[in-house]
């Protein structure tokens, strides 16, 4: 059954914070492969932080539903010529049907379309092979570009290593199109 999308609302903060955290921490998120409980402890995100994307200009959390339960979700950007892609979360229960496929999509759509985007990026904690390889098989490519993890922050989760960094992954549409 396809998914409905939607973008949030503030009244959508508290259920995006639940699945973000649910998809990335705990033993909830160990069910899905999406998991970060193995570099991460602490939250992912919190609701101001959430409210705080929705409210912002040229951003929106995007949200999948089916039957008005939250499925999924996904922050999409404009930052000048190109669209950025951050704090993606599908329900663990649902991780591995392809929904995560059609909601990427979908963000390209909004970014390519709706923004006019050239292309799309995002950070990905090195650590994350799985997740990288997944990204690559959508076009998306490493482009060698690190930076730091904040430690220090706990907005962004307690590191349970001292070695992360995040990589800039990109998309170039004009390339994928071909």
Known sequence: MTPVFRAAGTADVDAVVALVESAYRGESGRRGWTTESHLLDGQRTDPASVAEVIAKPDSRILLAERDGRLLASCHVERQGATGYFGMFAVDPA????????????????????????????????????????????????????????????????????????????????AETAA
Request: net charge positive; aromatic share 12%; glycine share 12%.
């Open 94 to 173: 649902e991780q591995g049907g392809g929904l995560g496929k059609r909601m990427l999509a979908e963000a390209e759509r909004i970014a390519r379309e709706e923004w006019g985007c050239r292309a799309m990026h995002m950070t990905v904690i090195v650590q994350r092979d799985e997740l990288i390889a997944w990204y690559g098989r959508r076009g998306y490519r490493r482009t060698g570009e690190y930076r730091p993890f904040p430690y220090g922050d706990e907005r962004f989760g307690i590191p349970l290593r001292d070695d992360l960094r995040f990589e800039i992954l990109l998309k170039d549409f």
